[in-house]
């Protein structure tokens, strides 16, 4: 069982910034893609970005590329969300998210096994 605490979510004016970061409790966390994804009021949860096991392949939604960074630390079994240039339209409850390394699928939120209790972001314009 690997559980996922998120933090870093907050009340942000329209293009600010905020880091999410995620902490996993597993010592197999380079075992683990690592996903974030969102939830807006009244909408369906969507991806965001993913990132490999180790680091080397990343992915993002097309709403997010090039405002988005993702990262991660194996060494402190952790994964970031640097998001930047935030627009109201990216206010929503975030969650990340561990998929097995072999599922490979990253942006499919049906192969991760994991889930965290997600942190709000809400952007005001």
């Known amino acids: 069982q690997v559980q996922l605490v998120e933090s870093g979510g907050g009340l942000v004016e329209a293009g600010g910034s905020l880091r999410l970061s995620c902490v996993a409790s597993?010592?197999?966390?380079?075992?683990?893609?690592m996903g974030w994804f969102r939830r807006a009021p009244g909408k369906e949860r969507e991806f965001v970005s993913a990132?490999?096991?180790?680091?080397?392949?990343?992915r993002y939604a097309d709403s997010v590329q090039g405002r988005f960074i993702i990262s991660r630390d194996n060494t402190r079994n952790a994964v970031y969300l640097e998001m930047n240039s935030l627009k109201p339209a990216d206010t929503a409850v975030y969650y990340c998210?561990?998929?097995?390394?072999?599922?490979?699928?990253?942006?499919?939120?049906?192969?991760?096994?994991?889930w965290g209790q997600g942190t709000q972001v809400t952007v005001s314009s």
């Open positions: 998210a561990a998929e097995f390394w072999r599922a490979a699928r990253m942006t499919d939120s049906s192969s991760y096994d994991y």
């Open positions: 990132i490999n096991w180790s680091g080397g392949s990343t």
């Open positions: 597993t010592r197999a966390f380079s075992n683990y893609n």
